[in-house]
């Protein structure tokens, strides 16, 4: 579940910033953890549509054995 994401974000964010290094570290503490932050920033940072940052984050998740589905 994303609870466990947000409670282990400082350890996540290192491995969020690998995969999008376009944000930054005011991003990644804007973030804190909460997946609709993360949804935006990314958005934001790469222009992508809604669909396309929540599909990068499901393959994210995948890739790094977190939950297999993130929820708000």
């Excluded at 994303?2 to 944000?23: A, F, H, P, T, Y």
């Excluded at 909460?34 to 984050?57: F, H, M, N, V």
Aim: proline share 1%.
């Amino acid at each position: 579940m994303w609870d466990r994401i947000e409670g282990s974000w400082k350890q996540m964010s290192g491995r969020v910033k690998e995969q999008w290094g376009k944000l930054t570290d005011d991003d990644l503490q804007t973030v804190a953890g909460k997946r609709d932050q993360l949804l935006g920033k990314i958005q934001e940072r790469y222009g992508y549509a809604k669909d396309k940052a929540e599909s990068e984050i499901r393959d994210f998740e995948a890739r790094h054995n977190e939950p297999k589905t993130f929820k708000d």
